[in-house]
Structures are given as structure tokens and as C-alpha cells.
């Protein structure tokens, strides 16, 4: 029996039966993976998570119904980067974002063709605009909503990833590599070592645009300021007068989903080894250093975003402990769309 859905815009009257919609999918997120946050089970929270992203500039939602109930909703955001801005080497410069908490539905069959039809309504508004890089957020744990992305158009673009604060065991080869913490006066250092990062991240198969030339005035001013605030930190890690590598931490900004982060919870910003030193120990020397740390500055946990793509980059992480938390999809449109008009 096929259901059918009356897809609509979404009105602020329809926020409570979002809410609780959200609340009860992020109960079953939270059942599988433990490192998500319990604040968001509570459906108060999500309204109020909810009633601020309906109020942003630049976003706009729609609802399913059967009849006169509520089963699904997905809210957009329109986001414009700077060709300069340190963002634009990870987001396209006009971009739709569905967020983690932009989303949900029922929990049986009828999620899939809800989906479908709320996706179908905005994206035909959002392209019309010319926006044509769409992205979602959904939990990694969640394989329905993997695959109706998937059969959406959708492929994945990064991993949210996070573990506890507990240390890691030292390796002796660490004992030949020195971790010290970052001053002003090593910023032309960290300069070097970041546009080390983006190189690796333009080759495949990960084949991210190398913009440091266009990025770099704003990724230099947000090292920076982590070097001049002491709750953030950046780690170098050097053998006798050679810099092998580096890790960059900040404290209680928000990088990751709103609701799938911790409270007390340390972004892992930047992992860096230079290419011929790796395999020898230095990213874990430089982990091993961060999370203590992280624990010993009141983090219970540590999160990052790594490519999918990034082979390399998964492997290290999931040998130390990282989970994945959130996918990030993305779907690139055909810019023909625009003309190519029946």
C-alpha cells in the first residue's frame, strides 16, 4: 500500500511535534552510540534546538503529514563562504546544509518515502536559488538513513569521530620524540605544517582544492588565536631540531553538531605529520600528549572531523580509540538544471 504524504512549509506551530520527533530519534541514535549527548532526549531541548535554527536567516523547512499528524520534517540552511575565508577549504562557497538536527521521521518504513518527498520540495527551491552542493548530517549508526541518502544522490564527504579522554598507552620509540606546546613565536611553524595539510588532503583520493594561497591571511588569524588563549592549545612534536609534526586543540567552540557533541568535550582542529616521518610514531605521540592534556584540563572527550576518503586518516583513528559519530553527505547538482528547462 503506497502512503501519501501532504508536503508543506513548516510553520512555528509545528515546532512541538518536530521536537518530539527529533527527541525520539535521537533516543534511538543514543542507544547505539553512547557518546552521544543525553541532553537531547529530553523533547523541551530539541524545541528550543529547534525554534533557533527556524528563526536563522537563511533557512527555510518543510513537514510531512498524513492527514493532520506531523511524521517527518527537514529544515536547510543556506551558507555563503568567502573564497578566502578558512571555511572554503571544506565547503563548497554556496552550499545547502541539513544539520544533525534539521531532520527526523518515523521509526518504521514510511521514513523513506517521507524523506523523499520533503527532500523533493526543498531541493527543487533550493536549486532555483542556485544552490547546488547540498549536505546532511546523520548519525553513523543509523544505516536507513545512510541508505536513503545514498539513494538520494548523496555520497560521503566527512566523519564527526570522537573517544574519551582516557590515555593511551606510550610507545619507546616516543621516547626519541619530544611533544612541547606551541608559542606565538612558532606561528611561521605552524603556518608550514598547515600548508603541509592541505596538500596531502589535494591529492587523491580525497582531491580537496589547495587554497592556501586564498585561505591562508584567515587560517593564519585563527591559529593564532589559538596560540594566544590559553584553554586552546597547539602541540609540536620535534626530534632534536627537526618539527615532525603538530596537533591543534580548541576548547569549548563548536565544530561539530550541536547535539552530538558532549559538553566538556576538546575539538581536535588540525593532526598533522610531515610525510616522511610517518609510520614512526609521531601522531601517537602527539594523541598520547593531547589527551592528557585534554583530561587533565577537564575534557571528558575529544572530537574531530577526518575525510572519508582520508584511508590513511581512518585507520589511525579507529586504531586509537575513535568512533565514528556523524556522517556528513554531500550531492553536487547538475548546474544545467538552471537552463536546461522542459
Partial sequence: MTVRFTVRDVAVSDLASCASLLSS???????????????FESTQQCLEILQSLFHQPATDGAVAEIGSEIVAFMFGQQSLHAADHWLAQYFPPRVIGIPLHGHAG?????????????????????????????RVDFAATDEIQRELWFELGFGALTKYAGRKTTSIDSNPIHQEITIRQAMLE????????????????HLGPVLWPFLWKDVRESASGLSKYALSRDRHAIFLATRQAETLGMQILFSGMAFGPQIATREQSVYLFHAIVE????????GRALLKHALDWAHDSGHSTMTLHYAAMNQVGESFWENHGFETIVYSAGRHIDERLSWARP
Avoid at 25 to 39: G, K
Avoid at 122 to 127: F, K
Avoid at 275 to 281: D, I, L, T
Fill in 275 to 282: 610525510s616522511n616521518s610517518r609510520g614512526e610514531g609521531v
Fill in 106 to 134: 518515523p521509526n518504521n518504513d514510511s521514513i523513506v518515502p517521507s524523506y523523499r518527498a520533503l527532500y523533493g520540495h526543498l531541493a527543487d527551491r533550493w536549486t532555483a536559488s542556485g544552490f547546488f552542493d547540498h
Fill in 25 to 39: 530519534r535521537h533516543r534511538r541514535d543514543r542507544s547505539r552510540n553512547s557518546l552521544l549527548p543525553s541532553a
Fill in 186 to 201: 612558532d606561528h611561521a611553524e605552524v603556518e608550514r605544517l598547515e600548508k603541509i595539510n592541505s596538500r596531502f588532503h
